[in-house]
């Protein structure tokens, strides 16, 4: 895929959603952390549902410490891996508390020392809660980043590392958003709304679904 065509792509996804943000519900950097942390193998419906709530009673590291991880369970116990989800929330509060003085780091390699942060789950914090341009690439956009060809690679991290290059510069603030909307909402896994789809003449996928 050329140059011109994804510059096509992502103004047309811009146009489409000017302002994309995640569909996680929070209203601060550590309840972000926390229910990006929660969204392993869940949807985010059901993290919405539990961090309901959750926060209202208990929205700060030192809260959330306070209710201990038997506390925390049950709050979170609909989510899938809910107990190691449990040990981790509240490991990551006790280091926020001990080195952070109960602040989210904005770097990478702070947060990505917390317990259940990884690479994916930085680049979600990194872009969404401070502006960085990074892209945290799950199973959507690596899905749809090899299917439209915009960014192809064997791996997560090949996916993530042909993007940055890749994407324009105006556009990497946002692309993660309209990528993960997109193929939650149209390049879907099992059938592609190819017919309905804003780059369907741009895409380069060969097999694409009319129905």
């Not at 996804?13 to 942390?37: I, K, R, W």
């Not at 919405?48 to 049950?74: D, H, R, S």
């Not at 780091?105 to 680049?123: D, F, M, S, Y």
Request: hydrophobic share 40%; net charge positive; charged share 25%.
């Amino acid at each position: 895929m050329n140059k011109a065509k994804r510059i096509e792509i992502f103004s047309r996804l811009q146009e489409q959603n000017p302002n994309p943000t995640t569909e996680l519900h929070y209203q601060s950097d550590f309840e972000l952390l926390v229910a990006v942390v929660l969204s392993a193998q869940a949807t985010d419906v059901g993290v919405n549902k539990a961090t309901a709530k959750l926060f209202p009673v208990a929205n700060t590291p030192e809260a959330i410490y306070a209710l201990g991880e038997e506390g925390l369970k049950t709050y979170i116990k609909t989510l899938g891996l809910f107990n190691s989800k449990a040990k981790n929330v509240i490991g990551l509060c006790e280091q926020l508390i001990q080195l952070h003085k109960g602040q989210v780091p904005n770097e990478r390699k702070a947060l990505e020392a917390l317990p259940g942060v990884g690479r994916k789950t930085a680049n979600v914090v990194l872009n969404t809660a401070f502006g960085q341009p990074t892209i945290a690439v799950d199973t959507h956009i690596f899905r749809v980043s090899n299917r439209t060809k915009i960014a192809p690679g064997k791996t997560v991290e090949e996916v993530e590392q042909r993007l940055i290059r890749l994407v324009p510069d105006e556009f990497k603030q946002d692309a993660h958003h309209w990528l993960i909307l997109h193929g939650r909402y149209t390049c879907m896994a099992r059938k592609p709304r190819c017919g309905s789809c804003i780059i369907e003449d741009l895409c380069e996928f060969n097999q694409k679904v009319y129905e």
